[in-house]
């Protein structure tokens, strides 16, 4: 039996891993994205001492106390690593820097073959190693409460971001690529993968316990270019990590879903558009993640439980973890958020 | 018989009208969203003459002039007035601003019912009477050409706007609006849609021949919040004007689809990231519009003509209206967006 495994059985709350890998469980588990972030004034504490985003990110004990926060005062039943998707174009050459309310930017971007020559796929690692040191940190700290989620980015949203620089609505520059030179964007792709691979099994190594992927900038491409840009390589990544639970969440494709049904993965993560009733119908025998709508939780308390529980009757009570769909809104009150988490815990009583 | 289906009778070219009300066609109409527009250098440079893009849009002759340029240049089936949505909340008592590149902006949002309050709904055809002028001079000028598509921003779309004041991801501020204070926000969006009704008949009065309604920010919102705070205002809005043919297109809207196969419209416009037989499976008798992925006229003219006659094939050649599944990105080249066009009109001749 691998320590991995037993680390799961060791788990106080284990409720994630199973429903996750579709066993029999109790109640809804429930994690919120997002949970370590700004909606916590904790976190915006721990936040202002680090000075700077990346400081957060890069400081193992900052990115292990923020993880924990939402455990201890949310009662969520997994914690998710605090980090960023972009660590992994930094690890491949290409630095970022944050601008916290305007996002992320890249001051050098891909644009020919010669720039992709320049990054690197190895000793990922190595560069990442804060990451394995907040991982292992967290894992002492949470000292069996509940699972410990790692994730990274899919490869087509890092690659928006190498080409594009920043955040876009359309990302018209990284689909322009993907036409003109299919190539250079397949041999970009490639490589993000192989170094997203390194970085993946490296946080499952230091105790991450289930692998979230996150294709946030689907949505802009259509069913046949996801097929060509995105969904190979999210499934060479997610072959490559057999060892733990995986989901991919891919915001905005929902014509992915059938696709996904098909994937090494074990959990379809849901925005808010997909009715629950479709999902199931799409995605096969996966678990579903998700997915209120992140706005319920501007309501009053009242409408945030009768959403919260229409959510969870369309789901069913087996194979769903609870979640909104998408990150929570920093602007949300905390007492919102959870209420929202107290509702799922609450309702295999109340039904 | 009215004077408005006489108009009809007269257009040398009337695919288009013909395609939307389910009549037979000897091949499909094309036509563009943003066609009139940054890809044409000749729409730049009148741009450049008229100084501002309000500029642009306030002045008939000038708004004439680059609505009539894609019916000249590029052999479009269907000429669309060059105006703006936002005209609407302007004309309401929400001025705006337009920086080019950045997107529009309102100095001024709604926050309070007092706001609403000091709102108007009435004299809005007197207040745009340049947009019944530009239509005239249109009509004159096409000389029964093409026919000429009017439009309105759905009555959701414009009030993101009116709360957020400019272009935003998600829109937090208004969904929030919505949860917070959701009779506030029907309030607004009826008056939206009482100025908008008075708006389309003036523009169906001075010649435009087919309405579309654009629900650009549709994609934020889910199956139920779309029930309750969109579908109701764009059915009231396309029941109010039968007299011409009425084009919904929600883009990010796939889960409305099968709402839409119930509106009081005979078209549904549909953008990239929904497959043509999905779509004919929940759209009913509708005619369809789109939906080519408009990154694909980044490509070579060989990928573009394979993709455009791809799309033909999917939706078949009657009950359908070509287009993209956005607005084109003004960095196209004008020669592949012709190259689209192109491949439709020859279509018929290839098979």
């Given at each position: ?287 579903l993640q998700g997915n209120l709508d992140p706005s319920v939780l501007y309501g009053d308390f009242a409408s945030i439980k009768k959403a919260t529980r229409e959510m969870l009757q369309k789901f069913g009570t087996q194979k769903h973890i609870a ?29």
């Open positions: 039996m691998s320590d991995v495994f037993l680390q799961h059985m060791n788990l106080q709350n284990n409720l994630l891993l199973r429903a996750a890998k579709g066993e029999q469980v109790e109640r809804t588990p429930v994690w919120v994205m997002r949970q370590a972030g700004r909606v916590l004034p904790e976190y915006r504490a721990t936040r202002a001492r680090a000075g700077s985003f990346i400081t957060l990110v890069r400081t193992p004990e900052l990115a292990c106390e923020v993880t924990l926060q939402p455990v201890d005062i949310l009662g969520v039943d997994a914690a998710i690593i605090f980090s960023d998707i972009l660590v992994i174009p930094e690890a491949m050459g290409l630095p970022y820097e944050m601008d916290e309310g305007k996002g992320p930017r890249f001051p050098n971007t891909i644009k020919t073959k010669e720039d992709l020559a320049r990054l690197s796929t190895t000793e990922i690692e190595g560069k990442l190693n804060y990451v394995a040191e907040a991982l292992i940190l967290t894992k002492q700290e949470l000292n069996g409460r509940v699972p410990l989620i790692g994730f990274a980015g899919a490869p087509f949203t890092l690659f928006c971001y190498m080409i594009e620089g920043q955040g876009s609505k359309e990302f018209a520059k990284a689909r322009r690529m993907m036409r003109e030179n299919p190539e250079l964007a397949h041999a970009l792709l490639s490589a993000i993968s192989d170094a997203t691979i390194a970085y993946l099994k490296m946080q499952i190594a230091s105790g991450a316990d289930l692998i979230q992927l996150f294709d946030s900038w689907a949505g802009v491409l259509g069913p046949d270019s996801y097929r060509e840009f995105s969904l190979p390589y999210i499934n060479r990544i997610l072959a490559a990590i057999p060892e733990v639970p995986r989901t991919v969440f891919a915001k905005g494709a929902w014509y992915a879903i059938e696709d996904f049904a098909n994937s090494p993965c074990e959990t379809i993560g849901l925005d808010w558009t997909i009715q629950p009733e479709l999902a199931r119908k799409w995605a096969g025998a996966k678990t979640n909104l769909g998408h990150g929570v809104y920093p602007d949300i009150s905390p007492d919102n958020l959870k209420c929202f988490i107290d509702t799922i815990k609450e309702y295999p009583n109340e039904k």
